[in-house]
T-cell receptor
Framework: DARVTQTPRHKVTEMGQEVTMRCQPILGHNTVFWYRQTMMQGLELLAYFRNRAPLDDSGMPKDRFSAEMPDATLATLKIQPSEPRDSAVYFC????????????FGPGTRLTVT | AQKVTQAQTEISVVEKEDVTLDCVYETRDTTYYLFWYKQPPSGELVFLIRRNSFDEQNEISGRYSWNFQKSTSSFNFTITASQVVDSAVYFCALSEGQGGSEKLVFGKGTKLTVNP
């Protein structure tokens, strides 16, 4: 049963620290998404990649957030420096190359910045 | 611009009642996809259904059914004979375009509580 994996599942850090979240998409999926979920904003897209190339990162605060895909099996989302308002659940999702639009979500990383 | 509205923030029902979750969307594209996801208390997002803009047939899967009406830009979700395990937050989402997986725009979600 193929799944998207995310690490860490929980992260507590102090304001100003760097945070790195990792995502392993389902093998064979060529599109990777990063979403953030907060009580106030709900689920919002931060960035997404196709074939490792960034397609849209307009939802991401550029001054502190960065997203990369070093290879087809790993996507990373970094926050530097982190702020309390970054506290949220960060979901990674992956989608297959066929025209199906089904996105499969990972379990999420719950980030708390104190 | 794309927009998804789930007007019902919270719904509470008693087990075995039927419940309908409303979803209204806005898009200027003629080709789009609509989705429902379930988020149980454990937090993961579970895919339930995808419909494309050219297929207005209603769909039934067990106790779940979906009613897609382009004329009213709605894609409503009905759970028949609800069960406690149906308690979750349900999200409606919209995706535009062709060519592979594209970004989803989510509604704010409807929290469903099914009481025994």
């Amino acid at each position: 049963d193929a799944r998207v994996t995310q690490t860490p599942r929980h992260k507590v850090t102090e304001m100003g620290q760097e945070v790195t979240m990792r995502c392993q998409p389902i093998l064979g999926h060529n599109t990777v998404f990063w979403y953030r979920q907060t009580m106030m904003q709900g689920l919002e897209l931060l960035a997404y990649f196709r074939n490792r190339a960034p397609l849209d990162d307009s939802g991401m605060p550029k001054d502190r957030f960065s997203a990369e895909m070093p290879d087809a099996t790993l996507a990373t989302l970094k926050i530097q420096p982190s702020e309390p308002r970054d506290s949220a659940v960060y979901f990674c999702a992956s989608g297959p190359p066929r025209v199906s639009y089904e996105q499969y979500f990972g379990p999420g990383t719950r980030l708390t910045v104190t | 611009a794309q927009k998804v509205t789930q007007a019902q923030t919270e719904i509470s029902v008693v087990e075995k009642e039927d419940v309908t979750l409303d979803c209204v969307y806005e898009t200027r594209d003629t080709t789009y996809y609509l989705f429902w996801y379930k988020q149980p208390p454990s937090g993961e997002l579970v895919f339930l259904i995808r419909r494309n803009s050219f297929d207005e047939q209603n769909e039934i899967s067990g106790r779940y059914s979906w009613n897609f009406q382009k004329s009213t830009s709605s894609f409503n979700f009905t759970i028949t004979a609800s069960q406690v395990v149906d308690s979750a937050v349900y999200f409606c989402a919209l995706s535009e375009g062709q060519g592979g997986s594209e970004k989803l725009v989510f509604g704010k979600g409807t929290k469903l509580t099914v009481n025994p």
